[in-house]
């Protein structure tokens, strides 16, 4: 059983910065992408930003030159620097997981974190 554990979500003014981090834990063997997807009331859950084992970044258009993926492979966790947030930034952000098991390679997710952008 693999558990995802998100944390960092929170109330931040416009402009404002927020951290997010999602921990792994569970029978793991290996972890190949990491990533952080979003989904706002009334829209369809989209991709923020994804991180493969050894580094490679990609972002949402929407998100390039705020947001920074990062991640801590000896600590199975993940982890998104925003910056500048706007309220359509607003969102519950969903910390996904490509993990390898014994039984084999399978998607997991957590339970998502709030992120409000208001003044």
């Known amino acids: 059983q693999v558990q995802l554990v998100e944390s960092g979500g929170g109330l931040v003014q416009p402009g404002g910065s927020l951290r997010l981090s999602c921990a792994a834990s569970?029978?793991?063997?290996?972890?190949?992408?990491m990533g952080w997807y979003r989904q706002a009331p009334g829209k369809q859950r989209e991709l923020v930003a994804r991180?493969?084992?050894?580094?490679?970044?990609n972002y949402a258009d929407s998100v390039k030159g705020r947001f920074t993926i990062s991640r801590d492979n000896a600590k199975n966790t993940v982890y998104l620097e925003m910056n500048s947030l706007k309220s359509e930034d607003t969102a519950v952000y969903y910390c996904?997981?490509?993990?390898?098991?014994?039984?084999?390679?399978?998607?997991?997710w957590g339970q998502g974190t709030q992120v409000t952008v208001s003044s």
């Open positions: 569970g029978s793991i063997f290996s972890i190949n992408a």
């Open positions: 991180i493969t084992r050894s580094g490679s970044t």
């Open positions: 996904n997981a490509v993990v390898t098991t014994a039984i084999g390679t399978g998607d997991y």
